[in-house]
């Protein structure tokens, strides 16, 4: 009986809670409706968290339970750990720093929120500081184009740098035709030609044996890469390689499990996604463009050897940069 009774009173708090939020919320969304898209992004951001936490969670017991790698997953699992990982990791441990980060960096949002009507302080956080406060879950639609286009903005930035040093590598190759294939790529690009698959493929065995390879690029060639790929530079030239390697190949799984799946089973978000992880900026592009571009890709990748990373890493310049 007593129990019962504290059920009673719990769903008659709850039920009051939510009558108070709901007249809460209309009375943000009539009187202030700039403020009411920030609220209703946390509300939105705080069920998007919830859930991602849940679906790692069930991932991690799928390959605990089934003992399977990561590379063995389907391609959205594959990329939900990806998402919430280290740039440039390719083990489950490696996800681990970034999602705790996140987590982290939630929390005081979270314990913000907790007093009634605290969300007002909340919203002045999203509003002034976004991308320093908030997690990618607290970003409005709006906001989250504009950061892709300022992080495509930055990476576009290194691109001439990553040309140069391509450059000034195929000038130091000793053999005359391979060489000025590659010169002659370089060339076109810069000229505002995008490359055919079949030039790419021309090159690809500078790209694994010779001063091209990723362990012997020079230190800044290889910093420059980092950047354009949202590595941090600031390592030690063997970790830069490391890191380099490990994010290109694991690009690399992730186009394998793509292609067991079929790039037409891709929603047009996670299309757009794909093709901007692989450096094509797909935000102002159309849906049919970022197919075609993605399938260009994948040709491509999987034509390539685990020890041709570094014409994979390049790509990603060579084919999005006059796109």
């Known amino acids: 009986s007593s129990r019962a009774a504290s059920r009673a009173l719990v769903a008659a708090v709850v039920a009051a809670a939510r009558w108070v939020n709901g007249r809460y919320e209309q009375y943000l969304e009539r009187s202030f409706p700039r403020f009411y898209v ?3 992004t946390f509300k939105t951001g705080i069920q998007a968290l919830f859930l991602e936490v849940k679906e790692i969670l069930r991932i991690k017991s799928k390959m605990s339970r089934q003992r399977l790698s ?6 959205r699992e594959m990329e939900r750990l990806r998402q919430v990982g280290v740039r440039g990791g390719d083990s489950v441990a490696s996800w681990r720093g970034q999602f705790r980060r ?3 960096k939630a929390i005081p949002i979270g314990i913000i929120a907790i007093p009634p009507f605290a969300n007002f302080l909340v919203i002045v956080l999203m509003y002034f500081f976004p991308r ?3 997690i990618r879950q607290f970003w409005t639609p709006k906001q989250r184009l504009e950061f892709l286009d300022a992080y495509d903005g930055i990476r576009r930035g290194w691109y001439p740098a990553v040309l140069r040093s391509l450059q000034l590598a195929a000038g130091a190759l000793p053999e005359p ?3 000025e294939l590659l010169q002659e790529l370089c060339a076109q690009v810069q000229g505002g030609a995008r ?3 079949a030039q790419l493929l021309a090159v690809r065995g500078l790209f694994s044996g010779s001063l091209l390879a990723l362990n012997r690029l020079q230190v800044d060639h290889v910093r420059a890469l980092s950047q354009v790929l949202f590595l941090t530079p600031h390592l030690p030239a063997a970790f830069l390689r490391h890191r380099l390697r490990s994010h290109v ?4 799984h992730l186009d394998r499990a793509l292609l067991l799946l079929g ?6 978000e996670e299309l757009r996604a794909a093709c901007y992880l692989r450096g094509l900026n797909s935000t102002h592009l159309g849906q049919a463009e970022c197919r075609a571009w993605l399938e260009q890709w994948l040709r491509l990748s999987c034509e390539l050897q685990a020890s041709e990373a570094s014409l994979l890493a390049h790509s990603m310049v060579l084919l999005s940069l006059n796109y």
Request: aromatic share 4%; hydrophobic share 30%.
């Open 263 to 268: 790039p037409g089973q891709l929603s047009e």
């Open 132 to 134: 320093q406060l908030l």
């Open 249 to 252: 190949l694991e690009i690399r």
């Open 70 to 75: 990561s590379q063995q997953l389907p391609y």
């Open 38 to 40: 920030l609220h209703s």
């Open 177 to 179: 035709r391979p060489r």
């Open 195 to 197: 490359p055919h698959l």
């Open 102 to 104: 996140d987590v982290l």
